[in-house]
C-alpha cells in the first residue's frame, strides 16, 4: 500500500507559477511510475504528465506542453510538477497517482494503482 500527499496547491494569477509536490510513504518509490491528473469541476479527470521509474521519460498533454515539467527525486520519495505560464483553464484539482508493476508511462487513470486526495489549484484571470 502506498499513500500519496500532494501539496503546493493555492491561487496564483495567471501567468503566474505554482509547484506541486507529492510525498509518497514508500521504501520502493523508484519501483512506481508516477503521474499527475487534474479535474475540473464538471468535468472529466484528464492526464497532465507522467515520469518513467528513473525520471529519464517524461510525457505531456498538449495543453500544458511546455508549461508545466514534471520531475522527481527517489531519494525524497517525491514527485513534483512544475507549472508555469498558468492559464484560468489550469484551474482544477491535481492529484498524483502511482502505477505499479509496469515500465510505461500511461495517460489513463484506471492505469494507475494509488491516488493521492488531490490539492486545488485556482488561476484566476
Known amino acids: 500500500q502506498v499513500q500519496l500527499v500532494e501539496s503546493g496547491g493555492g491561487l496564483v494569477q495567471a501567468g503566474g507559477s505554482l509547484r506541486l509536490s507529492c510525498a509518497a510513504s514508500?521504501?520502493?518509490?523508484?519501483?512506481?511510475?508516477m503521474g499527475w491528473f487534474r479535474q475540473a469541476p464538471g468535468k472529466e479527470r484528464e492526464f497532465v504528465a507522467g515520469i518513467s521509474r528513473r525520471g529519464g521519460s517524461t510525457y505531456y498533454s498538449d495543453s500544458v506542453k511546455g508549461r508545466f515539467t514534471i520531475s522527481r527525486d527517489n531519494a525524497k520519495n517525491t514527485v513534483y510538477l512544475q507549472m508555469n505560464s498558468l492559464k484560468p483553464e489550469d484551474t482544477a484539482v491535481y492529484s498524483c497517482?502511482?502505477?505499479?508493476?509496469?515500465?510505461?508511462?500511461?495517460?489513463?487513470?484506471?492505469?494507475?494503482?494509488?491516488w493521492g486526495q488531490g490539492t486545488q489549484v485556482t488561476v484566476s484571470s
Open positions: 497517482a502511482a502505477r505499479a508493476n509496469s515500465v510505461n508511462i500511461a495517460t489513463r487513470a484506471r492505469d494507475y494503482d494509488y
Open positions: 514508500t521504501r520502493t518509490f523508484s519501483g512506481y511510475v
